[in-house]
């Protein structure tokens, strides 16, 4: 199996190793998960870059993972709606199973403590939770595969009080990336 996962800063592995990125941690002899995250990216950045990033590999399965800046930035939840569909529509002309995976959840006050004051973090969590919702809903309406980061991760949270898995309320650390890897693997049981 060749699996691409076409993504922003949570794909690449901000702050942590390259072993240590769930992309990476995801490769077995079986199976190739091919890393292009970019940090910062947004969804029209993921779209501007299809062809080059993933029809040009050819993945069996193609996971998407963005929305996050786009909010930061500014902009309106429709316009990662609008990417992430013509990114699955894409990838499906071109013979790819698209995987929809939503983002983490964010820790406003950890992000806002290490990153510039440039956004609201709290807002960018209220906004990505309306964008995750529309993405589960549109996976639903078409049945499509999909990974829930967000809400695996917020369970892990829940389990683990007091344990901290974010480097800045944003990116995770490299234990994240691991319960990230196992929230992949997890999903894949059931595809």
């Excluded at 990033?53 to 996971?63: C, G, I, R, S, T």
């Excluded at 820790?107 to 807002?123: C, H, N, Q, Y």
Aim: proline fraction near 5%; aromatic fraction near 12%.
């Amino acid at each position: 199996m060749r699996s691409l996962c076409l993504g922003d800063s949570l794909t690449y592995g901000y702050g942590v190793k390259p072993d240590e990125n769930w992309v990476f941690l995801l490769n077995t002899p079986c199976s190739t998960f091919i890393n292009k995250g970019i940090n910062g990216d947004t969804t029209g950045g993921m779209l501007a870059r299809f062809c080059s990033d993933a029809v040009q590999e050819k993945p069996n399965y193609l996971f998407l993972a963005g929305g996050i800046n786009d909010l930061i930035a500014g902009l309106s939840e429709t316009i990662p709606q609008a990417n992430y569909y013509a990114m699955i529509h894409q990838a499906f002309h071109h013979n790819m199973i698209p995987v929809v995976c939503t983002c983490l959840p964010l820790i406003p006050e950890e992000a806002r403590g290490k990153w510039p004051e440039f956004t609201s973090f709290e807002l960018v969590c209220e906004r990505y939770k309306a964008l995750r919702e529309w993405l589960l809903n549109f996976c639903m309406a078409y049945d499509l595969l999909h990974v829930d980061f967000y809400g695996e991760f917020e369970k892990v949270l829940s389990q683990n009080p007091g344990k901290n898995f974010y480097l800045d309320g944003v990116h995770p650390t490299a234990e994240g990336h691991q319960i990230m890897a196992d929230i992949v693997l997890s999903a894949l049981q059931g595809f």
